[in-house]
């Protein structure tokens, strides 16, 4: 099992305020027992070809591989222009994502916001043809999509239209596809979702093709009922927390017998730093001794 790292605790300084580079994280990566790091499309200042090789020649010299490049396709947008734009923008994305990680790395797709306007029939509708629209491309490119059981882009207004289970669950079932599309699984953003990361990975582990591995813990005296909305979903209350993975809410023993039971063969990513790199390291050791246990060479 093959293992990378994203930098979720950088995430604002390299991709908003800019007092970070994506070179910066590469190097500063070279500490850690990784062998990969994920990208996002936030990252780049650029998408010219030279800029993107040089992002490439840097991962490649640290000794990494870029198995997944992390994008957020808004197909839900009610503007046909807006839904136009993020299918020629995830495409470009695909492009990208071939130049940086060669052959089968995996672009996420996600299926957009939850616009209050547009309705359940009509979402599924707008998502199914942004993600039809751009399979074509990776195709061509030779890269998997990978669609995320997510909860919102952190530069999203509103979460995610698929968080839910039924509703991503919906979406898969309308894209028989599954050479170059395939779930990007995430447990914590299923219990973000108020659902069981247990029972969604049971019904698409056949699916997998690429998978974070955060933890939530709650907070002292908190439960995830009190942490429920009206809508079902969790969000990112201050008593959901990150920490250290395989120190959470999440089955890892679990999840990662379901997927050697299902011949999982792809990389699995870190997102984890927020209170510091030793934490990371951390959950990164935490990985190794799941992959010797699940998936012995």
């Known amino acids: 099992m093959k293992i990378s790292a994203f930098p979720k605790c950088y995430l604002d ?104 306007e547009v309705s359940r029939e009509q979402g599924l509708e707008w998502v199914a043809e942004g993600i039809n629209a751009v399979l074509p491309a990776a195709r061509e490119h030779d890269i998997v999509l990978g669609m995320e059981n997510h909860y919102k882009d952190g530069y999203w207004k509103y979460p995610e239209f698929a968080q839910k289970k039924d509703v991503f669950l919906a979406v898969l079932a309308s894209i028989p596809e599954r050479e170059y599309f395939g779930v990007q699984y995430d447990p914590s953003n299923a219990i973000v979702a108020g659902d069981d990361p247990i029972e969604l990975l049971r019904e698409v582990s056949d699916r997998v093709v690429s998978m974070h591995a955060s933890d939530r813990y709650l907070a002292e005296g908190a439960s995830l009922d009190d942490l429920r909305q009206t809508d079902g979903t969790l969000g990112y209350s201050p008593n959901l927390r990150h920490g250290v993975t395989g120190k959470g809410l999440n089955d890892y023993d679990t999840i990662f017998s379901i997927l050697a039971n299902a011949g999982y063969k792809g990389w699995v990513s870190i997102e984890d730093g927020m209170n510091g790199m030793d934490e990371m390291q951390e959950s990164l050791k935490f990985l190794r001794r799941m992959s010797a246990k699940y998936f012995p060479e």
């Open 13 to 116: 300084d390299i991709s908003q305020h800019r007092t970070m580079s994506v070179f910066d994280w590469i190097e500063m990566a070279k500490q850690l027992d990784a062998d990969g790091l994920e990208m996002y499309e936030g990252f780049f200042t650029s998408l010219d070809d030279a800029y993107i090789d040089s992002i490439g020649e840097a991962i490649r010299t640290a000794g990494f591989e870029m198995p997944m490049l992390c994008c957020s396709p808004d197909f839900t947008n009610p503007d046909a222009d807006g839904r136009k734009r993020a299918i020629d923008h995830e495409i470009e994305m695909i492009r990208v994502t071939r130049r940086l990680g060669g052959a089968k790395a995996v672009c996420r797709v996600l299926s957009g916001q939850r616009y209050p």
